[in-house]
């Protein structure tokens, strides 16, 4: 069972910069694809961005790229976000996920295309 312990939320003004880490144990996390959701008060779950087994392959929801980085060591078994120039619309709980065993597109926008998720951590963004 893949268990994702996620850190790193928090509170920071418009325009600032946070980092989200999100450490997987109890699986094989060098052959899983990663990707991150977040969710606003009364929004549906939305997609943030994904990242392949290797690293070399990354994919953005369109309203957070440019802003946003995913990234990942699979030597210490997390995934990070960092997130740039953050606004109010930001203000969501970011969750992690993962796709187990995956080598295929990283086009992983959809929740339903994830095995594990993260207990989520709130991220509010003050203007």
């Known amino acids: 069972q893949v268990q994702l312990v996620e850190s790193g939320g928090g509170l920071v003004q418009a325009g600032g910069s946070l980092r989200r880490a999100c450490a997987a144990s109890g699986g094989t996390f060098s052959t899983d694809a990663m990707g991150w959701f977040r969710q606003a008060p009364g929004k549906e779950r939305e997609f943030v961005a994904a990242?392949?087994?290797?690293?070399?392959?990354?994919y953005y929801g369109d309203s957070v790229k440019g802003r946003f980085t995913i990234s990942r060591s699979n030597a210490k078994t997390t995934v990070y976000l960092q997130l740039n120039s953050l606004q109010p619309a930001d203000t969501a709980v970011y969750y992690c996920a993962a796709r187990r065993s995956y080598s295929g597109s990283v086009t992983l926008s959809q929740a339903y295309e994830y095995d594990s998720w993260g207990q989520g951590t709130q991220v509010t963004v003050s203007s």
């Open positions: 990242i392949s087994w290797s690293g070399r392959t990354t």
